[in-house]
Nanobody, 128 residues
Framework: QVPLVESGGGLVQAGGSLRLSCAASGRTFSGYTMGWFRQAPGKEREFVAAIAYSGGSTIYADSVKGRFTISRDNAKNTMYLQMNSLKPEDTAVYYC?????????????????????WGKGTLVTVSS
């Protein structure tokens, strides 16, 4: 059973918005940092954003800073990624991740390799 389930992906025009959700399935992620990674066709998986369990610490990749907002609702065991002003280069499969490392540490893991838990991903396509 995949412990994390993403939803909310789809096709949107450039300049539009989408909201991704990541729900924990079958277990709680109490104490875990959670984050989003993405992988575009032909490219390596890259960090997008992360949030501490408390929600008090967030970190973003430079490419999405000011356009994306990460949040979480621990009572619902769910994390969100609000994506505004989308660009064609945001097109990718977006993956939800959970790990005990800090948000800062999660942001510098190359490709996210070694992170404890992953979802299967949700496709975001931004048309020009």
């Amino acid at each position: 059973q995949v412990p994390l389930v993403e939803s909310g992906g789809g096709l949107v025009q450039a300049g539009g918005s989408l909201r991704l959700s990541c729900a924990a399935s079958g277990r709680t992620f109490s104490g875990y940092t959670m984050g989003w990674f993405r992988q575009a066709p032909g490219k390596e998986r890259e960090f997008v954003a992360a949030i501490a369990y408390s929600g008090g610490s967030t970190i973003y990749a430079d490419s999405v800073k000011g356009r994306f907002t990460i949040s979480r609702d621990n009572a619902k065991n769910t994390m969100y990624l609000q994506m505004n002003s989308l660009k064609p280069e945001d097109t990718a499969v977006y993956y939800c991740a959970a790990d005990f490392r800090t948000a800062q540490a999660m942001s510098v893991i190359p490709g996210g390799y070694g992170i404890d838990y992953w979802g299967k991903g949700t496709l975001v396509t931004v048309s020009s």
